[in-house]
């Protein structure tokens, strides 16, 4: 699977627009996979970030015993 990278906006008919370029390298009727990433808010990144804070808080080196299971 080869990846094309580009930036572009949701249109008012909910359709994204690829480059023509870009489309120009996608076989016509091929199935392609997508994945849309999107900016996130300052909220989110900050409960994301407490909550990787917290969970490895609570981590011993003495649970590292269970690795070797």
Do not use: C
């Not at 930036?7 to 091929?30: C, F, H, M, S, Y």
């Not at 994945?35 to 917290?54: F, G, K, M, S, Y």
């Amino acid at each position: 699977m080869k990846a094309l990278e580009f930036e572009t906006k949701l249109g008012a008919d909910a359709n994204l627009r690829v480059p023509e370029d870009l489309a120009a390298q996608i076989p016509a009727e091929e199935a392609v996979r997508v994945i849309v990433l999107v900016p996130e808010n300052q909220d989110e990144a900050d409960w994301r970030r407490l909550t990787h804070e917290q969970f490895l808080r609570g981590y011993s080196p003495d649970d590292s015993v269970y690795d070797a299971l």
